[in-house]
């Protein structure tokens, strides 16, 4: 298994972990680049770290942000690893564990969820404007909230008919934009 296929399964366990946006390999301006990161509703965020050596795994704990917890982002915050790789007590306090075995994931310890300070919030949203420039300039000379009207993106990407399983603009579900249950 390599590195890019493990960040792969991390990606499609985020999806199913019900994360509505998920970014994989992106940079913030803290120097922390997750494998894979995902939010959910309340802009609850879980990153997934993979290691496919135990020297990688080790190795990570003398990174920054892994030093100066509240420096890092996630709410939840987990390592995905082959079986047996890494051991729950060898866990950064508050960090899961994910193990990949027979094609599938599965949960070895969970993590804390409130994982995440208001440092790491601000990174996360650092991480997120960057990500959204890169689209921005990659759609010109169209602007990005131009891009991002549903009209447009559908009559010029799929002359005006929704590619299947696409919801139109009034059926589509993003739970970002729902109040919060109180």
């Not at 890019?4 to 509505?20: D, I, P």
């Not at 301006?29 to 080790?58: N, Y």
């Not at 509240?70 to 564990?97: I, K, N, S």
């Not at 420039?133 to 799929?158: D, G, H």
Request: charge should be positive; charged fraction near 25%.
């Amino acid at each position: 298994m390599t590195h890019a296929q493990l960040v792969e399964k991390a990606v499609h366990w985020l999806r199913r972990y019900r994360c509505g946006v998920v970014l994989s390999e992106q940079a913030c301006v803290s120097g922390e680049m997750p494998d894979a990161i995902g939010w959910k509703r309340a802009c609850h965020s879980v990153i997934v770290e993979c290691k496919v050596t135990r020297s990688d795994f080790l190795a990570d704990r003398a990174k920054p942000f892994r030093l100066k917890p509240d420096q890092g982002v996630g709410c939840e915050r987990f390592y995905l690893v082959p079986a047996a790789l890494v051991r729950p007590d060898e866990l950064p306090v508050g960090w899961g564990l994910l193990e990949y075995r027979s094609g599938g994931i599965e949960t070895a310890h969970p993590s804390a969820k409130n994982l995440r300070s208001a440092t790491g919030f601000r990174y996360e949203m650092n991480l997120l404007l960057a990500s959204l420039r890169r689209v921005e300039v990659r759609v010109e000379p169209q602007s990005i909230t131009e891009f991002l009207k549903w009209k447009n993106r559908m009559a010029e990407y799929n002359r005006g008919t929704l590619p299947e399983g696409i919801a139109s603009a009034e059926e589509e579900r993003n739970v970002f934009l729902e109040p919060e249950a109180m």
